[in-house]
């Protein structure tokens, strides 16, 4: 009866490992494919297969043995491959320069930027706070940035797990930088200086400093500012350029807080070189304000 019992356990064991192992392999599978994110928002799952100069050939993920597929590249937004890597392959499209809001005419020689036309010309508001663009989300409104910086904590903790889990701010492993939803960073603003209060939320106390309207942008937009617009080129960004012609400090050699959180202890941030990561909430990283137009 014992040599049954042990040859069951055995026979049992074996059929749990099994589970185990088909389990990883189809989880490992899910996260194999390639993702295509279109300027218009749309995501394919796909292998990619070939990538030229004007296109990009792929196969559907679900039907890899069907037809092979082509997009334009100048209709891709982002591809993030299975490995995690990230090209980007959009330009911000030029906008309308109609827009009376967008003041200083000392400006002017900001328009023709490679940017687009009103991308990196400085916006004033009516509080008498200004920024430069850096994104628009329709023709007339978009994304400012500050047009200084600083190095601070995002919470200011001596050790990190003492950090408090911000409530409202969903905990992100992977924040995405695809959909963006103009304005979530002053939500996030908003939280931490509640449940924080100004002492103990630095980054977004010196994001408030700059007017009530300012804040420390999501990840997604901190990824639109530091990658997208200034092309992951830091000091020598097109974006940091006209930072400096406008009088602000330039984008600096380094990572930078976003209000995103991952957990308790660690919160999204971006090197101005284009690398996402996350750190300790309890660390300085550069901070700059943002707010929309």
């Known amino acids: 009866m014992e040599n049954w019992t042990k040859l069951f356990k055995k026979i049992y064991m074996k059929k749990v490992i099994l589970s185990a192992i088909i389990v990883i392999a189809c989880v490992l599978q899910i996260n194999a494919q390639d993702k295509i994110y279109l300027t218009n928002g749309d995501e394919i799952k796909a292998k990619i297969e070939e990538i030229s100069e004007t296109e990009i050939k792929y196969h559907l993920w679900d039907n890899q043995g069907g037809p092979m597929r082509s997009v334009a590249k100048t209709n891709v937004f982002i591809i993030i491959y299975k490995n995690g890597y990230k090209e980007v392959f959009s330009t911000i499209k030029s906008q309308s ?85 103009v304005g979530l960073g002053l939500k996030n603003t908003n939280n931490m200086l509640q449940q924080l209060g100004n002492y103990m939320a630095p980054a977004a106390t010196f994001c408030k400093s700059h007017g009530e309207s300012w804040y420390l942008p999501s990840a997604s937009e901190l990824y639109l500012m530091l990658v997208i617009a200034n092309k992951s080129m830091a000091e020598n960004g097109i974006l940091s350029q006209m930072l400096v012609k406008a009088g602000g400090q330039p984008i600096s050699d380094g990572w930078y807080w976003s209000s995103s959180e991952e957990n308790a202890k660690n919160a999204h941030n971006i090197r101005s070189t284009g690398n996402i990561a996350t750190d300790a909430k309890n660390k300085q990283n550069y901070v700059r304000a943002v707010r929309v137009f």
């Open 97 to 181: 320069s109609d827009d009376n809001n967008v003041s200083d005419q000392s400006n002017a020689s900001l328009i023709n930027n490679p940017l687009g036309n009103e991308i990196g010309k400085v916006h004033t508001f009516d509080d008498g706070s200004k920024g430069v663009i850096f994104y628009y989300s329709s023709p007339d409104h978009g994304l400012v940035v500050s047009l200084d910086e600083n190095e601070l904590k995002w919470q200011n903790e001596k050790n990190a797990k003492n950090c408090q889990d911000i409530y409202n701010i969903a905990n992100e492993t992977n924040p995405s930088v695809v959909d963006v939803v």
